[in-house]
């Protein structure tokens, strides 16, 4: 109802956004944007991190799938509340192998398909982990082993771990150094609490749902901006409850009332 009382084309902030559709304006973005193409030149791990709601699935889907088919071959995990073997069978599922009951034959299979895939297919893995705040401990300690290659002389394939801020200080911990050590990029992104910045990705998520004009008074940006924290996810929301209500108003613009009613919305979830 709201998008054709206000001429857009779709929903402002897009969550499907990808491309020129994608809020890439900010330092953090370009930061990952530059640590991922140097890893898809020259495969290691990479760590992701940003507090929930900041938009880091956004972004490192964004550039992944930005990457030519069929010579790179991403596999996109999620379910990380799960057994360390469980994660495993998982990878395999993705890359086409019926998984083993043994461990040990599992990572077995899962090396031969790896190696099978760059060295006599010329495809270039790139395994991206969400959710990794999740990840076990067993899994977190043995994950280094199995990016061993060759007596560890192969960086095989493009590895990048996305998780909860809570993941740079697990990994910190001892039991975890062998990982640690084989971390050549890390991003950390933060939510748009920069004015100018945020003022930028306002203008962008309006502009991806075809907005035109300002239906969006100085006011009503500054309320979203404080009550959002600058957080991705808790932009789109409120702007979205605040065009509905706009809309049930029969307004042609959101104002700082309206702005208040969304948030007292959103608040209440």
């Known amino acids: 109802?709201?998008?054709?009382?206000?001429?857009?084309?779709?929903?402002?902030?897009?969550?499907?956004?990808?491309?020129d559709k994608l809020f890439t304006d900010s330092?953090?973005?370009?930061r990952l944007e530059r640590l991922f193409g140097m890893l898809i030149e020259d495969p290691g791990l990479g760590i992701l991190t940003a507090e929930p709601g900041t938009g880091k699935t956004a972004a490192i889907r964004n550039l992944a799938h930005?990457?030519?088919?069929?010579?790179?071959?991403?596999?996109y995990l999620c379910d990380t509340q799960v057994g360390p073997v469980d994660l495993y069978r998982t990878l395999a599922w993705e890359l086409g192998i019926e998984p083993a009951f043994r461990r040990v034959a599992l990572w077995r299979d899962l090396k031969a398909r790896l190696l099978h895939m760059v060295d006599e297919r010329d495809e270039r893995p790139v395994l991206i982990i969400d959710e990794a705040h999740h990840l076990p401990e067993r899994f977190l300690s043995d994950f280094s082993a199995f990016l061993n290659f060759a007596f560890d002389s192969r960086d095989l394939f493009t590895t990048w771990i996305v998780g909860h801020t809570e993941l740079r200080s697990r990994l910190k911990l001892n039991r975890y150094a062998a990982l640690r050590t084989r971390i050549v990029a890390s991003v950390h992104l933060e939510p748009y609490t920069n004015r100018d910045v945020f003022s930028k990705f306002i203008a962008h998520?309006?502009?991806a749902a075809g907005a035109k004009g300002t239906i969006l008074t100085d006011s009503a940006r500054e309320l979203v901006f404080r009550a959002s924290g600058g957080l991705a996810r808790d932009v789109s929301k409120i702007v979205r409850r605040a065009f509905r209500i706009a809309a049930e108003r029969e307004l042609s613009f959101v104002d700082d009332v309206v702005m208040e009613a969304a948030i007292g919305e959103a608040a209440a979830l």
């Open 66 to 75: 930005a990457l030519p088919e069929p010579q790179y071959r991403i596999v």
């Open 1 to 19: 109802m709201y998008r054709q009382r206000f001429g857009l084309t779709g929903h402002p902030f897009p969550k499907n956004a990808k491309g």
């Open 205 to 207: 998520g309006l502009g």
């Open 27 to 30: 330092d953090g973005y370009r």
